[in-house]
């Protein structure tokens, strides 16, 4: 496991795109999103990245390849992250969420979609395995507190100012419910999660849009990577979202990429590990300090959708123990003391070879935010905490934005890897 492409790999890539030489004409393209915090009450954070966790867990249907419906929405999470995105031409542009959990991009939420000449309906609806279900027949994607259903379209897509998506597959809503303030989704995970999202032309996968950015040769990867900066503000422009490629200036170092697994099917990102294998799943372990081992070498993912760092039930009773830290009944987080922090020692995350460290300022919430959480000003919240689940099931740690606001990461579909590297906000003191 390590943090370079392998060179059998790049021969062949470069053989590949010799005999089909594509144009590029925007490489990288980048755009900045807005995050927002979306907590309504005591404990809102923590339920809502539970109820995620546990849908990111769900094998609806037992086939090693979770339906589109396990792609949670992340309107439901305690953050989300904005950014607008046109469709149709001329083009209306829509608030859409940014979610690497899921894989469709739908709209019709909020802003109903306008059609246009580029506009075409195809015979499909939205649908999702019946074992969600009593009737066979439902056209509905369930999501943690809210449902999409709608029907298919194919349109232009506009991402920035002359970059463009043609023929993209995307969900208008004809119903919806648990949405407020957007207009629907962009979906970044991996191209398999769309599998079992349309019927009645359900058995294969259904391009995503970085896919055809790729395949209509306006990237020159197939590949998108996102920038988080620590704020203790509650909606602040403070994400980059870069499509094909990296943003040097955002990271430090070198990139870590977890490699694919070779005898695993070409759209089966990192982990050969089930549930995780099926989303931006990873092996990872987690130590506390220098000798206080947490979580041994294990799966789970990395998501944008997920607020906190969740880990399974025996670790996070270790971390507890490690530091000292009691159940907080309002905020429903750990809390410890001033002078706990004070000692509180760093944890570690051995992912690909290489180790980054989470700091004992990256591990708290914004005490500047703690009234928002229901907190209070002078207490120290952590924000790692309980998965729900004991280890060994397939998913057992979610690394959530809380982890990403530190670590630059990149979500390879044409490598099937993620990447991660540190950021000059690693060991930021700002919270």
Known sequence: MLSTIPPALLALLALSVA????????????????RQLNVTGSNDLVLKDHARARGLAANPNGSGIPDAAVSLDVSNSALNYRLSVGIGNPATFYTLIMDTGSAVTWVGAGKAYVRTGTSVQTDNNVRVSASWFTNTMCQSVPYVSGSFSGTEFIDTVTISPGVVVSSQSIGVATTFHGFQDVDGILGL??????????????????????DNLFSQGTIASNMVSVSFEPTNGTSDKNGELTFGGTDSTKFTGNITFTMPVPTRASDSPITATFPASSFWGIDQ?????????????????VDTGT????????AFDRYRAATGAVPDNTTGLLRITPAQYADLESL?????????????NAQIWPRALNSFIGGTAEDVYLIVHDLGRPSGQGLDFINGYTFLERFYAVFDTGNRCVGLATTSFTTATSN
């Open 348 to 360: 570690f995350f051995t992912v690909g070879g290489t180790t980054f460290e989470l700091t004992a």
């Open 285 to 301: 372990s987690v130590s506390y300090g220098t000798s206080t081992s947490i979580l041994n070498t294990t799966a789970g993912i």
């Open 19 to 34: 005999a089909n030489p594509i144009v590029i004409r925007h490489s990288p393209v980048s755009l900045s999103f807005t």
């Open 307 to 314: 607020t906190l760092i969740l880990i399974a039930t025996d």
């Open 189 to 210: 995970g991996p191209t398999n999660l769309t599998i079992g999202a349309l019927s009645p032309s359900r058995g294969s996968a259904v391009p995503t849009i970085t």
